[in-house]
């Protein structure tokens, strides 16, 4: 119980959470040990004093303890309304913001009471001060606007005005936009003069009128070591001519200002060798013995100090082996009999491929001509032609022709290399193949067209069991390729008809929208220059969307060959 000498204490909201309401006793409460005297009665936030939550203050834990009562109540979970939804969010208990469309604000209903939603603003919104465009428009010039901008004469000398921008007027060049050069007045473009410049600037008088005096210099000399080196042309610094091969050096001994002069050992790093030096080394590395010639060597070497050459030796003789015996150093001597091939001369072909020679000398010294031409008797070398005594007009052979010449007392001159014969170039190698039957193609898809059958080949072009697309090259030269494709009717996509060199390289290609109506027949050329063993073949290719024919059709479809032309 409470007695008179206890007072109360209410102490609101301390720890900024609950209210407390303090009995303090002046008289040791019989509490229990540990008692500080204090009894502290707290009301919580939640409680009500029909229902409270009794605490007491520990001290020695600095902390509130329960010691009687029942906790609080709760209350029921937040929800939003149709209104508030369009505004906000509910996540949970936790509130947020609905997204809105760009430039709305929240704001009441236009001209009526009610709850705000998110809108535009409208003219209603916006303070008497703000004037709309029908408000702004009625004012005039009359303030707060002002009447339009016109340009004083003055002004227009500088600026110029389009409708109400004002830009710059083009200016003479080197032209500043200034006040008058002397006395008062509008500013205008004009040149600078002197008084225009800052007292620092120096016109040309004054600058002449210092002279050599502070701040200026006085006139560059050349000192006489200095002019050994240099010239001086008015106040320009250049250098003076020296003789050939010196250098800019200090002196060869001593201390002293550099002049042009030779070089000397002195001036040469140490790894330079001077001849004394360089003698001294005589034959060890890094030099070598001085080189000398063997007997043998010296009967076609010369030898100059060091410098070898070649001895000078008689008219026609060759460096060779020995004219007969065993092996031998060679020397200079004139051939033999023996140093010539017994052979005909492998160097003159017959124009058909025979490695005989067209004219050739036997083992017996006898003049032979290829294909009957016999010549016999002595033969006479006269100013670098060879006289015959007399030739047998040979036997004619096809395909080729003999040339000769016979002088008037019968005697026949041998005066060119011939070859045995002339053979004309023969053209015209050449097939012609084609396929008896129809030939499927996938829709685009590039196939190479085969052949089972020939109209003519003349030079093994083309084989009708293997690699039968082919028409192979057996003659080089230059070759006329042609052929020839009917597709079977259908008007859709393209037709294209492609000659392939090698089974890659496309060297001619024909290409047309489809017919129509009926077939589409397409035809292709082409000149190439064949090497032998290099093939050719047609290939088809269209886009009808289906299967398609190439149809064969008597004579002309599918169609190809090849021809040489040169």
């Known amino acids: 119980m409470l007695e008179a ?35 502290w009665i707290d009301i919580g936030v939640d409680g009500t004093p029909e229902n409270p939550i009794w605490k007491m203050w520990d001290e020695a834990a600095r902390t509130w303890r329960q010691i009687g009562g029942s906790g609080g109540s709760s209350h029921p979970p937040v929800t939003l309304d149709g209104d508030a939804d369009d505004i906000l969010t509910l996540n949970g208990q936790q509130i947020g913001l609905q997204s809105q469309a760009a430039n709305q604000v929240l704001a009441s ?26 408000e702004h428009t009625a004012i005039g010039n009359a303030a707060p ?107 060869t001994s001593g201390s002293a200002k550099p002049t042009f002069r030779a070089l000397t050992i002195g001036d040469l790093p140490s790894e330079v060798l001077t001849e004394t030096e360089h003698t001294a080394i005589g034959n060890n590395a890094p030099h070598h013995a001085p080189v000398t010639l063997a007997s043998d060597a010296d009967a076609f070497l010369a030898l100059s100090g ?16 020995p004219a007969s015996g065993g092996a031998a150093k060679p020397t200079f001597r004139a051939l033999t009999a023996t140093d010539l091939p017994t052979h005909k001369h492998s160097s003159l072909m017959a124009s058909d491929g025979d490695p005989d020679p ?22 006479t070398i006269t100013a670098g032609y060879i006289s015959l005594p007399e030739i047998a007009t040979p036997a004619p052979v096809a395909d080729r022709a003999l040339l000769y010449a016979a002088d008037t007392n019968t005697r026949t001159n041998l005066f060119a290399r011939m070859s045995d014969a002339i053979r004309p170039v023969t053209l015209g190698q050449g097939a012609r193949v084609y396929h008896n039957a129809n030939i499927a193609l996938n829709s685009a898809t590039i196939t190479i067209l085969p052949f089972n059958s020939e109209r003519f080949d003349n030079d093994n072009i083309h084989d009708t069991t293997t690699n039968t697309s082919r028409l192979t090259c057996q003659t080089p030269g230059v070759y006329l390729i042609t052929g020839c494709v009917r597709f079977a009717a259908n008007a859709t996509g393209q037709r294209q008809i492609h000659i392939l060199l090698n089974g890659s390289t496309i060297i001619a290609l024909t290409r047309a929208n489809a017919a129509a109506s009926g077939e589409t027949d397409l035809t292709i050329t082409t000149i190439y220059s064949l090497a032998a063993g290099n093939y050719v073949e047609l290939a088809a290719w269209h886009n009808s969307g289906a299967a398609l024919n190439v149809v064969y059709a008597s004579a002309f479809s599918p169609e190809f060959a090849m021809i040489r032309i040169g």
């Open 5 to 39: 000498r206890e007072r109360f204490a209410i102490l609101t909201d301390i720890w900024n959470k609950f209210r407390s309401l303090s009995l303090i006793s002046y008289k040791t409460p019989d509490i229990g040990p540990g008692d500080d005297g204090f009894l």
């Open 109 to 134: 209903p236009n001209a009526s009471s009610g709850k705000p939603t998110f809108r535009s603003l409208v003219v209603n919104d916006l303070p008497p001060e703000v004037l709309t465009e029908a």
């Open 145 to 251: 606007h002002h009447a339009p901008v016109t340009l004083s004469s003055a002004a227009d000398a500088v600026l110029q005005l389009s409708g109400q921008q004002l830009d710059l007027d083009s200016q003479a060049a080197n032209q500043v936009f200034a006040s008058p050069a002397s006395g008062s007045g509008q500013p205008a473009f004009r040149s600078l003069s002197v008084a225009d410049l800052p007292t620092e600037v120096l016109t040309e008088a004054e600058h002449t009128a210092i002279g050599n005096n502070a701040p200026h210099h006085a006139p560059v000399t050349l000192t006489t070591e200095a002019d050994g080196l240099l010239q001086l042309s008015g106040q320009q610094i250049d250098l003076d001519a020296q003789s050939a091969n010196q250098v800019l050096a200090g002196p």
């Open 306 to 321: 060091q410098q070898i050459s070649l001895d000078n030796q008689n008219p026609n003789t060759v460096l060779a082996g």
């Open 358 to 379: 067209a004219v050739y000398c036997d083992a017996s010294g006898r003049l032979e001509v290829d294909y009957g031409m016999d010549v016999t008797g002595a033969l």
